[in-house]
Nanobody, 124 residues
């Protein structure tokens, strides 16, 4: 089993920044790919970003490309999502997820474990 716990969500102003963290436990974290997804009210869950097991390869959804940065610290079993130039449309519950593969995965259904989510609200 894997436990994922997100933190760092909250309220930010448009143009501001927030950094989310996701702490993992229960498996050898450094062997697996990680991703961030988000879900706004009334919308489907959306892919945000993902990275490979060592963090050297990353991939972003079009809506966040150039503004968000995903990274990981395998020594701390933690993945991060640095969110810059925030927009009101970034408002959502953000979820981290782990896939039992070393590769980048962008499809929600392929992820094996999920955190409980953290709310991010961006005011205009």
């Amino acid at each position: 089993q894997v436990q994922l716990v997100e933190s760092g969500g909250g309220l930010a102003q448009a143009g501001g920044s927030l950094t989310l963290s996701c702490a993992a436990s229960g498996r050898t974290f450094s062997n697996y790919g990680m991703g961030w997804f988000r879900q706004a009210p009334g919308k489907k869950r959306e892919f945000v970003a993902a990275l490979r097991y060592r963090g050297r390869s990353t991939y972003y959804g079009d809506s966040v490309k150039g503004r968000f940065i995903i990274s990981r610290d395998n020594a701390k079993n933690t993945v991060y999502l640095q969110m810059n130039s925030l927009k009101p449309e970034d408002t959502a519950v953000y979820y981290c997820a782990l896939v039992l593969s070393s590769w980048i995965v962008t499809t929600e259904r392929e992820y094996d474990y999920w955190g409980q989510g953290t709310q991010v609200t961006v005011s205009s």
